[in-house]
Structures are given as structure tokens and as C-alpha cells.
């Protein structure tokens, strides 16, 4: 996988440890004939300091941009780029751009915050991001005008799978003018679901808060006869929330993810299932991510500001499906509905997923100083490695069904639904 560089590393960097180029890392740790046709096994840069910068330090200007849905430890990131740019690089200048890529905007934006250590100082220890966020595209052409005017050479754009294609867009066009700016990516999702990104920063946070959650429903449906408590979590297309949650939790009856289609009605179907457990148990406790069961609903056809499709909520459907399914059974039944939704996402960062973000973020600044762009760095066999920016946002990232991820869910609740 090579990536692409804006020119000759001319100037000798401070680090006293370096990465070669050369340096590679297996997309797949262990050779497995048997699906070596059906997996290509690409070789990704290991990231890290290089012995030589494109750009002078004393001479470098950088931004940074947060954008799409909340997630712990963004502000830890931003700490962290600042951290290493200033101290780790000699960088005077970083600007934080504010309310995502609206903030490159000039029109739209608000005038960027001048990251200090001051500023940042204490930054990491609240949820959301100090310099706020948005939804939705950017006009390319003005974004870069504005980059160009205010001297920007480094751009670190901390989002999913839009703000990263975002980020190619802008280092395309900046590139087609002869502007050197090196754009650099963080994959940032609390649903974990990022290609080449074994854990993306937050998850665990994410996964902490949900168990929390459900230690409560538990509570609630064991303390009264035949109770059922139903939580949904957030996870759109992959169910690795609603999966760790579950192992985490331990008391999990029944998990239904995105990856395994919803069958309700029929012996094998879930209600049936349920049934069985209400009968010989007297309580349950379900978990079901937001993007399960949608071929249950009718699709609106309608996308949010960057061009997601829009869920229909499952939890009120599975809840109205299961109270009539008893009533109709004649199976009195009391069923309490938890949607924790956004809180899971807008705590701090837990102490793990504090040390993934420092991590993320300076290896993104030795990219960026090296004069790589049109990257984001990601996470493979405990190594951070250089992923292009038009790879990762070609797939996703979902839960094997015959991973040991799935199978400790399957273990911890006894439910045979897949």
C-alpha cells in the first residue's frame, strides 16, 4: 500500500527514534490457505517518526477539523495533536477549526480557535470536543481558498467514513492548484466498524457506559414476575457495541445485531424464543442494536447531512411486537424500555481509550510532517499503520459471525437465533 508523499523529506526531524518506509505490516498476521483467495494481503506502512520532514517546523502551520457524531476522547486527540506538534515538532501555529468542515467555510465558519497550551490543558477531561461539530459537506473549492489563505500545510480531519472522503477531496483539489498540504485522518466511530482499525478510539468508553445500562435493566426486569427489559444501543451496521456490551454485561439474554436478519414470528423466531425464557425464567433482558431488523420496517429512502440512510427505530417496533405477542399468549408480562442512545457517547474517555487516543494522534502528526497525505492511520496487530484514505472508505468493518467476538456473545446468553 504505497501513500502518497508531497515531495522530498529535506529537513532532519527531532525525533531521536525513527520508522523506515520500508517497514511493513501484514493485513493478515497468520497465513490461512484456506481463505487466502477469498482475503488479499495487503502490506500497510507502519506508522511513526521519519529521520527526515518535508515540511520546516518553524515554518508550519496546521488545523485541525472534528466532525460528524460525538464520541469519547475527542478532545483527547485534539490534546494530543497539539501536544506533539508543539513540543514533539516545534510547530508554532495550530488552528482549531470550529463546527466541523463548516468551520472551513468562511463564509459559514466561525473564526478558529489558536490551540495553546493553555487552552488544551485540561481539555481531555470532558466529553465532546472543544471545537464542535457538524454534519454535512463543505464546498471544496471555498475550503481550500480559506486553507491556502491562512497559510495551512497540515490538516488532521478526525471523523468517519464522510469526513475521511472529505479530506481525500480536500487534498486532491489542494494538490491540483500546486498547494502542499498534507492531509491526515483519525478514524473516529464509537461503533467500532472502521476497515484496517482493530479497535477505533472510544468503543470501549462506549462499551463501559452500556453495560451500566444494562446491570440497571437487569435490575428492573429480575425484580418483578415476567419482566422484560429491552435496551437498544447504538450500532448502525455492525453490532460490536451491542456484542461487548453483552460480554461485558454477562446477565444479556438475547442480542440482536445488524449482521443476522430478525425473524419475529415462526418456532425459530425470536418471540418464541423469548417465550421459552419468560416461561421457565420469569424475566429476560434483550439487547438490540439500532440498525437490526430494518427489513421489519419501511424505509424512508431519506439521508442524513452526510449522506447516511436513516434508521427507523427499531425500539419502539420490538416493543410494541413483544407486548402483543404476550398479550396475545395471554403471558402477563411487564416491560421496561431503555434507549440510552447519545449518552453513550458523550462521556469522557475511559483511561484505555484515553491511551489510544494519544496514540492515534501522534502517529498522525509524524505522518504529517514527513509530507504524507491523503491518509488515515489505522490499527492493525497492535501496530498503527498508514491506511489510504480511498481503501478505507471502500468497506466496512462488521462482526464475524465466526469470530471469537460473536461466539463469547453466543456463550454468555444461550440464545440460538443465528
Given at each position: 500500500m504505497d501513500i502518497t508523499t508531497l515531495g522530498e523529506a529535506r529537513f532532519p526531524s527531532p525525533q531521536r527514534r525513527t520508522v523506515s518506509d520500508q517497514a511493513r505490516v501484514p493485513s493478515r498476521l497468520i497465513h490461512d490457505p484456506s481463505t487466502a483467495a477469498a482475503t488479499e494481503d495487503w502490506q500497510f506502512e507502519l506508522a511513526g517518526?521519519?529521520?527526515?520532514?518535508?515540511?520546516?517546523?518553524?515554518?508550519?502551520?496546521?488545523?485541525?477539523v472534528t466532525c460528524g457524531g460525538l464520541c469519547p476522547g475527542l478532545n483527547n486527540v485534539i490534546r494530543?495533536?497539539?501536544?506533539?506538534?508543539?513540543?514533539?515538532y516545534g510547530v508554532k501555529d495550530v488552528l482549531g477549526f470550529r463546527g466541523g468542515y463548516q468551520g472551513l467555510d468562511p463564509v459559514r465558519g466561525l473564526e478558529?480557535?489558536?490551540?495553546?497550551?493553555?487552552?488544551?490543558?485540561?481539555?481531555h477531561k470532558d466529553g465532546g470536543?472543544?471545537?464542535?461539530?457538524?454534519?454535512?459537506?463543505?464546498?471544496?473549492?471555498?475550503?481550500?481558498?480559506?486553507?491556502?489563505?491562512?497559510?495551512?500545510?497540515i490538516l488532521f480531519t478526525v471523523g468517519g467514513d464522510g469526513t475521511q472522503r472529505?479530506?481525500?477531496?480536500?487534498?486532491?483539489?489542494?494538490q491540483r492548484r500546486g498547494h502542499p498540504l498534507a492531509v491526515v485522518g483519525i478514524p473516529k466511530t464509537i461503533d467500532n466498524d472502521v476497515a484496517f482499525v482493530s479497535r477505533t478510539f472510544g468503543y470501549l468508553t462506549a462499551v463501559e457506559e452500556a453495560a451500566r445500562v444494562l446491570h440497571c435493566a437487569h435490575t428492573e426486569a429480575h425484580s418483578v414476575h415476567n419482566g422484560i427489559a429491552l435496551v437498544k444501543l447504538m450500532g448502525r451496521h455492525a453490532g460490536f457495541i451491542a456484542a461487548g456490551a453483552t460480554v461485558a454485561s454477562q446477565d444479556v439474554n438475547f442480542t440482536l445485531i445488524p449482521e443476522i436478519p430478525l425473524h419475529l414470528d415462526g418456532e425459530q423466531g425470536f418471540l418464541t424464543a423469548l417465550k421459552r425464557r419468560i416461561l421457565q425464567r420469569a424475566h429476560a433482558l434483550v439487547v438490540v442494536a439500532?440498525?437490526?431488523?430494518?427489513?421489519?420496517?419501511?424505509?424512508?429512502?431519506?439521508?442524513?447531512?452526510?449522506?447516511n440512510a436513516k434508521l427507523q427505530d427499531i425500539g419502539p417496533f420490538l416493543r410494541?411486537?413483544?407486548?402483543?405477542?404476550?398479550?396475545?399468549?395471554?403471558?402477563?408480562?411487564?416491560?421496561?424500555?431503555f434507549d440510552p442512545s447519545y449518552l453513550i457517547r458523550s462521556v469522557p474517555a475511559d483511561a484505555e481509550d484515553s491511551i489510544l487516543c494519544d496514540f492515534f494522534a501522534r502517529n498522525a502528526v509524524h505522518a504529517a510532517m514527513a509530507g504524507k497525505t491523503g491518509l488515515v492511520i489505522g490499527l492493525l496487530h497492535d501496530s498503527f499503520i498508514h491506511v489510504p484514505i480511498d481503501l478505507l472508505v471502500s468497506q466496512k468493518k462488521r462482526?464475524?459471525?465466526?469470530?471469537?467476538g460473536w461466539r463469547a456473545v453466543l456463550a454468555a446468553t444461550g440464545q440460538h437465533l443465528d
Open positions: 517518526p521519519r529521520e527526515r520532514l518535508f515540511f520546516d517546523p518553524t515554518q508550519t502551520r496546521a488545523g485541525i494530543s495533536l497539539f501536544l506533539e506538534l508543539h513540543y514533539g478558529p480557535f489558536i490551540l495553546t497550551p493553555t487552552f488544551v490543558h485540561a481539555i470536543t472543544v471545537l464542535g461539530t457538524s454534519r454535512g459537506p463543505v464546498d471544496i473549492g471555498l475550503a481550500v481558498d480559506n486553507l491556502i489563505q491562512r497559510g495551512i500545510n472529505g479530506g481525500h477531496a480536500l487534498f486532491k483539489e489542494a439500532e440498525g437490526a431488523g430494518q427489513d421489519l420496517l419501511a424505509s424512508t429512502q431519506d439521508s442524513d447531512a452526510s449522506g410494541a411486537r413483544i407486548e402483543q405477542y404476550f398479550q396475545a399468549e395471554q403471558i402477563p408480562v411487564t416491560l421496561r424500555y462482526l464475524d459471525l465466526n469470530g471469537p
